[in-house]
């Protein structure tokens, strides 16, 4: 599935800062079953995230101050990690918590 991931507000350090990835992700999942943003959370600590994947992930989800927005809307409007995901979304994590 094809999917625009993009990282901001820090969190591209995490990715060799490279703020936007176009990704190709394949789970392997049972026939019929969509992909979630539980499992595209995942996917990116295994394959994106390079260094100091607790900044980005606290158990199987975002760790708190970390916006998610899937098409432009806030994921906590579309059910957080049962989200689903179709082909060509975009997923944007921005984090809010800057230092001082």
């Known amino acids: 599935m094809q999917l625009t991931l993009e ?21 392997q999942s049972q026939a019929g079953e969509k992909l979630t943003m539980k499992d595209l959370l995942a996917w990116v600590h295994t394959n994106l995230i390079k260094e100091r994947p607790e900044m980005f992930m606290k158990g199987d989800t975002v760790r ?21 995901l179709g082909e060509k979304d975009s997923v944007v994590f921005i984090s809010t918590l800057h230092g001082g």
Not at 12 to 21: D, G
Not at 70 to 84: A, F, M, R
């Open 64 to 84: 708190p101050g970390v916006l998610v927005l899937v098409n432009d809307c806030d994921w906590e409007l579309s059910g957080q990690l049962d989200t689903t």
């Open 7 to 27: 990282f901001g507000g820090g969190l591209e350090l995490l990715c060799n800062s490279v703020k936007i990835h176009n990704v190709d992700v394949d789970l």
